[in-house]
């Protein structure tokens, strides 16, 4: 990634859309489903996180406003590939390599043979190259589901 350090996120209790999508094109997203406003902010602080919000009223916090912690708004209405398009574009971001889309760790080539029995039968023999979350271990290889993540980000640039 051509961004260094690469900025990383905490989106709100309404983007976790979102955050999937900033995971599949390389970015440190993290989500909690619920999470209150506070506590959302508290841990952006902590972690060094940039806010994603819809919601106008964590704008409205003085560490925001002030400028302590970064944030930034995101249309509510849009579907979650648009929203990755406004983040990237406001941020002047660029794709990085994705990282897992479930917890947002990174993701590492694994040999065939190490995913034997644990990748289902025909995605094993159709696919030679497989990879695995440094934080989840979940399983991921170049299939159907990877190739329209792919095109729809492609088309975004």
């Known amino acids: 990634c051509s961004v260094m350090p690469p900025p990383r996120f905490f989106c709100d209790a309404m983007l976790g859309g979102l955050s999937r999508w900033l995971r599949a094109a390389g970015y440190d997203a993290a989500f909690e489903y619920g999470i209150d406003d506070g506590s959302l902010v508290r841990s952006a602080a902590e972690q060094g996180r940039i806010v994603l919000s819809s919601d106008g009223g964590v704008f409205e916090r003085n560490v925001i406003k002030g400028g302590a912690v970064r944030a930034l708004r995101v249309p509510r209405a849009s579907p979650p590939v648009e929203q990755l398009a406004f983040v990237l574009r406001t941020l002047s971001l660029v794709r990085c390599a994705p990282r897992c889309m479930a917890c947002g760790g990174e993701l590492r080539e694994t040999s065939k043979l190490e995913v034997e029995g644990r ?4 995605s ?3 696919y030679d190259r497989f990879w695995t979350c440094a934080v989840c271990n979940k399983l991921y290889w ?4 990877w190739s329209r993540i792919t095109k729809a980000l ?3 640039s």
């Open 142 to 145: 170049h299939g159907t589901h």
């Open 124 to 126: 094993y023999a159709a």
């Open 119 to 122: 990748a289902p039968p025909r």
């Open 154 to 156: 492609e088309a975004m």
